[in-house]
C-alpha cells in the first residue's frame, strides 16, 4: 500500500475546465490557503476570473496542457465531458483525481448502467442501441414509452429525446446523430434525489444530507434539504452511493442521481464524477460546502464536518432568470451566487439562490 | 436626498491594499457575482492570488491609481493606514466607501478619542502629547500606568509603548519618533469585545453577534461568540457602534473595539473602518458574512441576514503557528483559513482557524 503525502496549502490545485463548478472550487481552495491554476479554451471564464492563474487553450492542445500540469500541484476537473485524452496528458506530469478510468465510465451511460448491474444496484431498465436493427429488442426489455439518450456527451437534458412508440424510435434517433446510445424505461418516480459523497484515498467516505431535486426539461431548477424521503431509503440511497465509491476507487466529491418509487426503492438514474449542482445549497447550510470536502479529499486533507445548520431550498437562475438577483435580496436569508458569466443565453446556468431557513423538528411518525 | 443606483452583479469592485482582509472581500464578491481589482504595492499579495485584476504600483503611483480608479465601479479600501491622498485620487473619478474623512479620523487616534468625547461615548482617559512640555499635564490627566502611543500608524500593538513612571515617558516619546502622540489610562477591564457594524447609504444598520477577544503583545489571538458578557452591555455596546456609524455617515463595514469594565460600563478603544480581524469568525458561523456584508453595503444591496449558527471560537495563526494547519484539521468542526502568504515572519498573521460547536442554550439567571 503506497502512503500518499498530502499536498500541503500553498500549493496549486490545477483545475480542467472553467464554469462554475471551477468557479466555486477556486474559491474553496482559496479559503484553504490554496492557489488555483484554471485551464479552459474561453477567455474570461467564471473560474479564470477568481483563479492565480489561468490558461486558455484548447483541451487538445499537447504543449499548454504540459505547462498547466507542470505548474500544479494536483488537477482535478470541474466538467464530465473534458476528453478522457486530455486527463491521459495531464496525468503523465501530475495526479488527476477523480481518476481516468472513473471519467470514462461516467462518460458513458451504458458504462455507468453496466456498472451499477454489476454491482446489483438498481437502474431503469435498459438497453444498448447501435443500429436500426437494435430497436426492437430494445424497447422490448425497457417498454415503452422510455428515453433514448446518445452514450456521450449529454448533459442538462441535452442527447436525449422521449420515445412514445416504436415509430418515435427511428426519428429520434436520426435526430441525435444514428450513433451509439441507450434506451432506458421511464420510472414511476416519487421523488429525485441526489448523494453527494466524498471519498479520499485512503476509502475514507462522507455524505452531506440528501436533498430532493426537480428538473425541467432535463436542467435542475430546485433543491431541497430535507427531502422528505424515508429513513430507510435514504440509508440505502447513501449504501448505494458508497458502494459505487469504492468500487470506483473514486477520490473527490462526486454525486448519483437517483430516483425514489413509491414503494421505497431507490433506483440510480447517473453518476456525476465531481462537485454538482444538487449540492451548491451545501456552501451556505453546512459547516463544509462541497467544494471545500472536493479540495480536502484530492489533496490529502482530512474530511471536514458536513454538519448542516439550515433547512434549505436552492433554485437556478437559468437564462433571463438572473434579472430576478435583485428581488432575491429581499430576503435577508437569501443568499446570492452569480457566476460572473456576461452573456446570458436561454437554457444558460446564470447562478443560483440558497434560501435558508431555521432547521424543522423531524416530523414523527405516529 | 440623492438617490443611489446600486451597483449590480458583474461590475467591478476595487479594493485597495492586497492583504488577507482584501482577499477575503474578494471571495465574497466573487460569489455574489463582482469581478474584483487588486491595487497593491506588493507582488503576488493574498488577494491578487484571487482577484479578476491586479494593479501592483506604490499608492502615490498617481498614473496607476487613475487607470485603476478608471477599471472599478466602486472602490474600497483594506487597510486603514492608506494614505489619505491615495483615497483623493481615486475618488476623483469613482466612489470610495468608507469615505476619505473616516478614513482621516480612524487614521488619527486623538481625533477618534474626540469624536467619542464630542458624542458622549466614554474612552480611557486620553491626552494629547506633541512636546515634552505636555508630559506633566497628560500624565496628571491620564493617571499612570498608562499607554504612549503614536496618533498614527499603529496597529497589531505596533507605535505603542506602556508607561510606568514619569520617566519612562521621555524614553517611550523618544523612542517612538518623538511625534504627535497620545497618552491613554489604562482601563481595568472585564473583558475587550468588538462590534462589527454594517451601514448602507439610507442609513440602515446590521450588526453581528459581538465576539469577546483576547489580545497578547497586542495582537489579536482570540475571538469568542458568545461572550457572556451580560445582555445590558451588549445593548450599550451596540448602540455605541450605531452612534458612531451615524456621526461618520459611515458606508460598509467596521468595527469598534471596546473595553467591558467589571461593573458593566463600555468603553471606545479603537474604530477600524474596515473588515475586522474578530470578525472572521462570522465566514463560517453567519448566514451572512463580515466581508459579503461590507460588498453589500458599499454596492448597494440590501443587508444579508447576520443569523449565528454556531458557536465559535476564532484564533488567529500568527507567525509559524502556521504550521499548526495540519493538527487544527484533526477536528472536523475546525475550518482552517489561511492567506497564500509563503514568507512566515514572527508576528505576521498567517491564517486563522475557527472551530464551531453547536449553540449552547443560554443560561439562565436565577
Redesign the interface.
Given at each position: 500500500m503506497t502512503t500518499f503525502e498530502?499536498i500541503?496549502?500553498?500549493a496549486t490545485v490545477g483545475i480542467l475546465g472553467g464554469g462554475q463548478l471551477g468557479?466555486m472550487l477556486?474559491?474553496a481552495a482559496?479559503?484553504?490557503?490554496y492557489?488555483t491554476h484554471v485551464y479552459c479554451p474561453d477567455e474570461n471564464s467564471p473560474a479564470s476570473?477568481?483563479?492565480?492563474t489561468s490558461t486558455v487553450a484548447p483541451y487538445d492542445d499537447q504543449t499548454a496542457l504540459n505547462v498547466f500540469a507542470s505548474t500544479v500541484d494536483v488537477a482535478t476537473f470541474e466538467f464530465e465531458n473534458i476528453p478522457a485524452e486530455t486527463i491521459d496528458v495531464v496525468q503523465q506530469s501530475v495526479g488527476v483525481s477523480p481518476s481516468v478510468s472513473t471519467l470514462k465510465i461516467t462518460q458513458d451511460r451504458l458504462a455507468e448502467k453496466q456498472l451499477c448491474e454489476s454491482l446489483g444496484i438498481p437502474t431503469a431498465p435498459f438497453a444498448p442501441i447501435s443500429t436500426s436493427d437494435d430497436f426492437a429488442s430494445a424497447a422490448e426489455k425497457t417498454g415503452l414509452p422510455g428515453i433514448l439518450k446518445t452514450r456521450r456527451m449529454g448533459y442538462d437534458g441535452k442527447g436525449q429525446s422521449t420515445i412514445r412508440t416504436h415509430s418515435d424510435l427511428d426519428s429520434a434517433w436520426m435526430t441525435l446523430g444514428a450513433g451509439e446510445c441507450i434506451l432506458e424505461g421511464l420510472v414511476d418516480f416519487e421523488m429525485e434525489v441526489s448523494v453527494i459523497f466524498a471519498r479520499d484515498r485512503s476509502g475514507a467516505l462522507s455524505t452531506f444530507d440528501v436533498p430532493e431535486n426537480r428538473h425541467s426539461d432535463g436542467i435542475l431548477r430546485t433543491s431541497r434539504v430535507p427531502s422528505g424521503m424515508a429513513g430507510a431509503a435514504f440509508e440505502t440511497a447513501r449504501d448505494i452511493a458508497h458502494r459505487l465509491a469504492a468500487s470506483l476507487d473514486y477520490v473527490g466529491v462526486g454525486a448519483v442521481e437517483m430516483f425514489v418509487t413509491r414503494d421505497g426503492a431507490v433506483l440510480v438514474n447517473e453518476i456525476a464524477p465531481r462537485v454538482h449542482n444538487s449540492g451548491h445549497w451545501t456552501?451556505?447550510a453546512c459547516?463544509?460546502d462541497q467544494f471545500e470536502q472536493h479540495i480536502r479529499a484530492i489533496c490529502g486533507?482530512?474530511?471536514?464536518?458536513t454538519?448542516r445548520?439550515?433547512d434549505v431550498v436552492m433554485a437556478n437562475l437559468i437564462g433571463d432568470e438572473v434579472e430576478q438577483?435583485?428581488i432575491s435580496?429581499?430576503d435577508?436569508?437569501t443568499?446570492?451566487?452569480?457566476?460572473?458569466k456576461?452573456e446570458v443565453r436561454a437554457g444558460r446556468k446564470m447562478?443560483h439562490v440558497t434560501t435558508?431557513s431555521p432547521i424543522a423538528p423531524e416530523p414523527t411518525a405516529d
Open positions: 498530502a500541503p496549502p500553498g468557479r477556486c474559491l482559496a479559503h484553504l490557503g492557489r476570473l477568481v483563479a492565480a456552501i451556505d459547516a463544509t486533507l482530512p474530511f471536514g464536518s454538519a445548520a439550515f438577483w435583485r435580496l429581499d435577508p436569508l443568499k446570492l451566487h452569480l457566476y460572473g456576461s447562478g435558508l
